[in-house]
């Protein structure tokens, strides 16, 4: 749930930032329709958590949206930037979903007592 959320987040972010940063026409194309992209598989994800195959679509999305980042011309370097770093972000939550953060921190945390603050 938490995964969904936040690649909702990012997708409606990446929509947004077609229109309030400076973009050329390719890549506010590339953003909204890679925003939709990150919406619809981020969901196809959620729908079906046996199949762990489905976040490599995202992973999949967020390479189309870094080489656009890398090969299209850009309006500033800045809009480069960002679409590079929602790329990083949408990637880094397919390979390492929260659940997993959240899984890890609980096996190597259980069981310890708390630090006296």
Known sequence: MIALLLNQLLAVWLFISAFVLPHTTATAWSSMLSAAAVSAVAFLAFVSPGRPGVRWLM??????????????????MGTAFHDVAVAVALAALA?????HWLSHWRQEHEGHPRAAG
């Open 59 to 76: 992973v999949v999305v967020a390479a189309w949206l870094l080489m656009g980042a890398m090969v299209m011309p850009h309006a500033s």
């Open 95 to 99: 390979l390492f979903p929260p659940a």
